[in-house]
């Protein structure tokens, strides 16, 4: 099983940016999609976005295209999630996720490991 450890969240103004740091271990394989989900208050957990192993394919949810990016370094085992152009609906709890190269990307349950989880607040 691989485990995942968040870093990176806090409180941040509209319009900033922030930057979300995943480190894997244990079972780590290099095959598993990386990816990032969050949950708000009261609210269903959202997919973010996700990156397969060659980094090569990269999805994102509409609400966070061309403002969110996914980073992938197999070498470190991390992934990131570069958040900029914040908006007061980006507040969530945010979860790093690795599932298998058949997983359904956007379905939380397809994901067979999830981090401990970030917050992120975004002020206005």
């Known amino acids: 099983q691989v485990q995942l450890v968040e870093s990176g969240g806090g409180l941040v103004q509209v319009d900033g940016s922030l930057r979300l740091s995943c480190v894997a271990s244990?079972?780590?394989?290099?095959?598993?999609?990386l990816g990032w989900f969050r949950q708000a208050p009261g609210k269903e957990r959202q997919f973010v976005g996700s990156?397969?192993?060659?980094?090569?394919?990269?999805y994102y949810a509409d609400s966070v295209k061309g403002r969110f990016t996914v980073y992938r370094d197999n070498a470190q085992n991390t992934v990131s999630l570069q958040m900029d152009s914040l908006k007061s609906e980006d507040t969530a709890f945010y979860y790093c996720?690795?599932?298998?190269?058949?997983?359904?990307?956007?379905?939380?349950?397809?994901?067979?490991?999830w981090g401990q989880g970030t917050q992120v607040t975004v002020s206005s």
């Open positions: 990156v397969n192993w060659n980094g090569r394919s990269i």
């Open positions: 996720v690795a599932g298998w190269p058949d997983a359904l990307r956007k379905v939380p349950e397809s994901y067979i490991s």
């Open positions: 244990g079972r780590t394989d290099n095959t598993y999609i």
